[in-house]
């Protein structure tokens, strides 16, 4: 059985030794080694090669997640595959389950058409610019959007460029000249064709995406897909998804009788109805309707982003295709694939009880402030006291800083980000942004790199480490 060396530093030490007991049939063996300091995120790399003896009688070291320096090169020091944990130790079952069982998210089926609905109203260069922003985030096609009764005198134009930069070009239009159009320009992708309009496909090399005469009349696009099966185009059929509350239900139905009348026919989904038309946080949209897209094998979904609570629809809808191909390839619940999608809430919000906190408050000896999270509120504690309250500007008198403006402001955006994790229920790390998911860019750190010491670990009278 693999034995593992966990490095710590002294306040951190008990609570590590009772997550690892309590990790039910470990497939591991394990000794916790405390390296002589007090906080184990200070922990650096040339630290543990000064600080730990060879030999290590292990197979593996783990050492904290914010462990600064270049692990590869005390793999080498010490023989043995020295890695990062996670930042929270509570975190460890499910670090060593997620290790155990990796779960590959670089694999989908579903392609995201990407609208620009305004594109008449662009210039081509800007067109191009939104192409690449939405390509950037997961786009495989671009959608040109035509505008009732606006002139888009610069399709044509608008098309090529977008070829020319390496794009798939779909144009979407209720006007079968602006489809012409399009088509001829090269367009890869004409949206949308029905059953009256569906000469246009024999004008150009267009692939259509073929829809009803009315989102109701299933008739008519079963008619038009039986037509193109029978000339052997390539094709995609999309019934319509309705808005709230509008059909949405009935809407779900005909995708579904689509599905069972031709099980090999490629579907697409437009989903900008429910996700624009909802004024409800749009990752969980999105995740329930890639959900359904999983199940009835569609092939492309069309998605948009105007209203601003949708603006990263693009971005969701890349994370919400890939986690729901792999919850479907995997015969499992969409669950511990990823946490992308939950950009408001964290599924273990408060890995310390108040009890943990205040026995690991009772070891520190330094003035320095700490800052936690429980279910009870905010915890803020130095060698002075503990402090909770849920509620930053109570805890304002306690912490005397009237006169260390920097300290206050440091303690004010710590405070500002407790309060919030509490109130959502999101995971709050003291020094760290919160995890908004997808919702927010967050930028990769290297830890393999040094760097000077964050707002709380600097040696300047009043700030604080971590």
């Known amino acids: 059985m693999e034995h593992i060396v966990f490095l710590t530093g002294r306040l951190a030490q008990p609570n590590l030794e009772r997550v690892?007991?309590?990790?039910?049939?470990?497939?591991?063996t394990w000794e916790v080694r405390e390296i002589g300091l007090q906080v184990a995120a200070?922990?650096?790399?040339?630290?543990?090669?000064?600080?730990?003896?060879?030999?290590?009688?292990?197979?593996?070291?783990?050492?904290?997640g914010r462990c600064r320096g270049d692990l590869d090169a005390l793999t080498q020091h010490f023989g043995m595959p020295v890695q990062r944990g996670p930042e929270e130790l509570k975190d460890l079952p499910r670090f060593f389950d997620r290790a155990a069982r990796p779960i590959d998210l670089d694999t989908y089926k579903v392609a995201i058409f990407a609208e620009i609905v305004d594109a008449p109203r662009l210039t081509v260069e800007a067109i191009v610019e939104r192409a690449r922003r939405y390509a950037a985030d997961g786009a495989n096609v671009i959608d040109l959007g035509g505008l009732p009764e606006t002139r888009f005198d610069?399709?044509?134009?608008?098309?090529?460029?977008?070829?020319?930069?390496?794009?798939?070009?779909s144009v979407d239009s209720m006007d079968p000249a602006e489809l012409l159009r399009g088509g001829r320009a090269g367009a890869d992708y004409l949206l949308s064709l029905n059953l009256d309009t569906l000469w246009v496909a024999d004008e150009v090399d267009s692939t259509p995406i073929l829809i009803p005469r009315e989102p109701a009349?299933?008739?008519s696009l079963h008619e038009a897909i039986e037509i193109m099966q029978r000339r052997g185009g390539a094709f995609l059929a999309d019934p319509i998804l309705d808005p709230i509350p509008f059909g949405l239900t009935a809407s779900i139905v005909r995708y579904h009788r689509l599905r069972e009348r031709f099980p090999d026919v490629p579907i697409m989904m437009g989903v900008g109805n429910v996700t624009e038309l909802t004024e409800a946080d749009t990752s969980g949209i999105?995740?329930?309707?890639?959900?359904?897209?999983?199940?009835?094998?569609?092939?492309?979904?069309?998605?948009?982003?105007?209203?601003?609570?949708?603006?990263?629809?693009?971005?969701?809808?890349?994370?919400?295709?890939?986690i729901m191909h792999a919850a479907a390839r995997l015969n499992s619940l969409p669950k511990?694939?990823?946490?992308a999608l939950m950009t408001v809430h964290a599924k273990h919000p408060f890995p310390d009880t108040p009890a943990e906190i205040e026995a690991t408050?009772?070891?520190?000896?330094?003035?320095?402030?700490?800052?936690?999270v429980s279910p009870q509120g905010l915890h803020v504690y130095n060698r002075d006291g503990l402090r909770l309250a849920q509620d930053p500007f109570t805890l304002w008198p306690q912490l005397r800083l009237d006169d260390d403006a920097a300290h206050a402001f440091y303690m004010g955006v710590e405070l500002a980000r407790a309060e919030i994790a509490w109130r959502l229920g999101k995971r709050y790390v003291q020094d760290q942004p919160l995890d908004w998911g997808c919702a927010a860019e967050r930028q990769a750190e290297d830890l393999s790199r040094w760097c000077a010491?964050?707002?709380?670990?600097?040696?300047?009278?009043?700030?604080n480490p971590a």
């Open 20 to 28: 690892l007991a309590g990790i039910d049939a470990a497939p591991f």
């Open 42 to 64: 200070l922990m650096t790399a040339d630290m543990i090669r000064r600080r730990v003896a060879l030999p290590v009688q292990a197979q593996r070291i783990i050492v904290p």
């Open 154 to 169: 610069h399709l044509a134009d608008s098309v090529q460029a977008l070829k020319g930069e390496g794009f798939t070009v």
């Open 217 to 219: 009349d299933e008739a």
């Open 286 to 322: 999105n995740a329930v309707l890639f959900g359904m897209a999983a199940e009835l094998k569609v092939s492309a979904v069309l998605t948009t982003q105007v209203s601003q609570h949708a603006r990263r629809a693009v971005r969701e809808a890349d994370w919400a295709r890939r």
């Open 336 to 339: 511990g694939i990823s946490d």
């Open 361 to 372: 408050a009772a070891q520190v000896r330094d003035g320095n402030f700490r800052v936690q």
């Open 453 to 463: 010491p964050g707002t709380t670990m600097t040696k300047t009278p009043g700030t």
